[in-house]
C-alpha cells in the first residue's frame, strides 16, 4: 500500500514561494453580483446587514468555492465593517460603493474611531469564519482594507477619483493624516487577529486606491501604517497578500510594509513585477478582469499570456488584476480556473 | 556695442534636449477654471461655442501667459472638437466631460467619422492660431487626443472609469476598433497639421487614458494609430509631447510612437521615467495638481523634490503630472513659475 503523501494546500505553498502541483487560482470579488445564486440569496438589502448574518456570509462565501473551484475562498465582507463597527457612520449604497454620514475632518473625528473589540462589536465576523473553516476543504481568507484607501472613504465621505479631500489633509495637517491612518491600522490589526484566530489561514491588505500616490509620498504618508498593520499580525505567521491598483511604482515599498505576497494588477506584466519587488516570495494576479468580459478564445490567448510572462513557475497565485466585473458570465470564470490549472499541472 | 546673442526659446530648446538658461514651465489647463478672468470671460456657455470664437478664444489662451509667466501658451481648444466638426454629435457638460448623442457602436458608424476639412470644418481653430503667433512672445503649443482616450469618449458615450465598453470593443471586434482610432488619428493629424501651419510650434498627444492598458494591450491596439498620427506630422519638424495619466508601464511604448517629449505623471520619478523612456529628448512634469492646493511650503518641497529627481538638467519642462485643478489658487502657479525659474536659472 503506498504511503499518502501530505501535500502543502497549493495555494498556501504558492504564497511561501514553495513548488505546487499547479497554479491555485482564485478572484478578488468572486463572492458577489456575477453569480445569479448571490443575485438571488442577497435580494436588495444593506449588505453591511448581510455581512452580519453568519449564515448568510458564510454560503456567500462559499457559492464561489462551489461554482469555481478556486483554490482559496475569501470572507464575505467588506473593507468598512470595522470602522461602521465601531460607530463611525458608513453606509454602502448599491451602484456607488461606501458613503460617510459626517467625514472626516479634525482632530475631534479621532474620537469616533475608538478601538476595535471583535467579540463585542464584529462577533458576527468570527462566527462567519467558525462556519466557513468547518465546511472549506480550501484555505480561507481574511481580509482589511488599507490605510490610504479607508483614509479616502473617511475624509471624502464617498469614493472619489482623485482623493482632493484627502491628499489635502495629507499635505496640510500632516499630524491628523498620520493620527488617522494609524487608527486605521489599530482597527486593521484588531479585526484581522480576530479572523486568523477564528480560523483564517492567509489575509490580504486591500490598499486598492494607493497607487494615486507618489513612491515618495507613499513612503512618507502611508507605508509606516501599512507597516503597523503587517507587523501587527506577523506573530500569527500566515501569508499576508498586499494589493492596490495601478501601483506599479509602488511595489518594492507595499512590499516592504511586510508582505509575503505582493498583488499586482494588469498594468505590470509578472516578470516586470518581479524584479520591481524581488523580496515578495510571491506574485498574485494579473488578468485584466475587462478581458473576462470578451469571447472565451480572447481570455484564454490573455491568460496564457500571463502564464508566459512569469519569470518562474513558483511563487505565483493566479488572479484577475481587480475584481471581478458584475457582468462576467460565471461559465467563463470556470473555465478559467480549469485552464489555469491544466496548463500548469506538473502531474 | 555687444554683438546680441540669439538665444533659442527655452521650451523649445528644451523639447529638443539643448541647454537652456533655466527650466521652461507651463501647466496643463492653464487656460481654465482656476483663473477669475477665465470665469469672468466664459460665463456660463458651451465650452464649444467659446472654442468656435478666435477672439475670445485667443484671449483665453493668453490670460494664463500673462498672470503667471509661462514658458508656452496652449491653444484653447478641446480633444473632441475634430469629431464634433465632422458632425459625430459630442457635446462637453459642465462637471462631466464629453457626452456622445449616439456612441460608436457598429460598423455603420465609421462613416459618421469622415475626413476632417480644416478649411471647411475647423476655420476658427486656424483663425484663433493665426492671432496668437501675432500676440505671443513664447511658443504655442497645439494639441489633438490619442486614440484610446477620443475612442474611449466615443464608444462610452462619456467619461469612464474604468473602460468596459471601449475594451470590449476592442478584444470582441477588433478590426472595427482598429478602424476606429485610426479614422480617429486621421482626423487628429488633419487637425494638427493646420494648427502647425498655421503657427503652432509644438504640439503634445492627450492620450490621457491609455494608462488603462497593459503594455501588451497597448503595443496591439494602440500604438499602431499613435504612430499614424506621430508619423503624419513627421515632416512638420515641431517637437511632438506625448501624455497620459498613471502610463509608468507604458512610457516606452509611447515614446516608441515618435515623439520627442514623453510626458509623466507624478506616480513615476523623473529619474526612473528617463530609465524607462531612454529614447525620449526630454520628460515633461512630474507635480501631483493636488499638491497645489496645499501650503506654500508644500508647494516648494514638493516641486524641489521634482527638481531633485531629474538624472539632468537638460531636457525637462516641468509641468503639473495633470491638468490644473480648478480650486488651485492661481498665486500658488505664478509663485511656482518663479520658483522654478529661479532655481534653475544657469545665469
Not at 475562498?73 to 461606501?98: K, M, Q, T
Not at 469564519?129 to 479616502?152: D, H, N, Q, W
Not at 509606516?224 to 506599479?248: C, K, N, Q, S, Y
Request: glycine share 8%.
Amino acid at each position: 500500500m503506498p504511503i499518502p503523501t501530505v501535500v502543502a494546500n497549493p495555494f498556501l505553498a504558492a504564497c511561501r514561494g514553495e513548488p505546487v502541483p499547479y497554479t491555485p487560482v482564485w478572484f478578488m470579488r468572486q463572492a458577489g453580483r456575477a453569480l445569479p445564486e448571490y443575485r438571488s440569496l442577497r435580494g436588495t438589502g444593506s449588505i453591511l446587514d448581510a455581512i452580519r448574518r453568519p449564515d448568510l456570509a458564510a454560503e456567500i462565501t462559499l457559492q464561489p468555492v462551489r461554482r469555481y473551484g478556486v483554490d482559496a475562498a475569501i470572507l464575505f465582507s467588506d473593507i468598512v465593517v470595522p470602522v461602521a463597527a465601531v460607530g463611525f457612520g458608513v453606509e454602502i449604497r448599491a451602484g456607488v460603493g461606501p458613503v460617510v454620514d459626517r467625514p472626516f475632518e479634525t482632530s475631534a473625528d479621532l474620537q469616533r474611531l475608538r478601538p476595535l473589540e471583535p467579540a463585542l462589536d464584529t462577533p458576527w465576523i468570527t462566527e462567519t469564519v467558525r462556519i466557513l473553516v468547518k465546511e472549506l476543504r480550501v484555505p480561507l481568507i481574511g481580509f482589511a482594507g488599507g490605510p490610504f484607501t479607508l483614509a479616502s472613504y473617511l475624509v471624502e465621505g464617498r469614493p472619489s477619483r482623485d482623493h482632493l479631500k484627502t491628499k489635502s489633509l495629507m499635505y496640510t495637517d500632516t499630524p491628523l493624516w498620520l493620527a488617522l491612518v494609524d487608527r486605521l491600522a489599530d482597527l486593521a490589526v484588531a479585526s484581522l487577529r480576530d479572523q486568523i484566530e477564528a480560523g483564517a489561514q492567509a489575509v490580504q491588505i486591500f490598499d486598492s486606491w494607493a497607487g494615486a500616490l507618489s513612491p515618495a509620498d507613499y513612503q512618507r504618508y502611508v507605508l509606516p501604517a501599512a507597516t503597523r498593520i503587517f507587523e501587527g499580525i506577523a506573530d500569527l505567521e500566515v501569508p499576508r497578500i498586499h494589493f492596490g491598483v495601478g501601483t506599479g511604482q509602488l511595489l518594492s515599498l507595499m512590499t516592504s510594509a511586510g508582505a509575503e505576497v505582493i498583488g499586482v494588477d494588469w498594468r505590470v506584466p509578472l516578470d516586470h513585477a518581479r524584479q520591481l519587488a524581488p523580496k515578495a516570495r510571491a506574485l498574485q494576479g494579473n488578468l485584466d478582469p475587462a478581458v473576462c468580459l470578451a469571447p472565451w478564445e480572447v481570455v484564454s490567448a490573455q491568460a496564457q499570456a500571463v502564464l508566459r510572462s512569469r519569470p518562474t513557475t513558483v511563487g505565483h497565485i493566479f488572479n484577475l488584476g481587480h475584481g471581478v466585473l458584475p457582468t462576467t458570465d460565471p461559465g467563463t470564470l470556470t473555465r478559467l480556473v480549469e485552464l489555469i490549472h491544466a496548463e500548469t499541472s506538473t502531474r
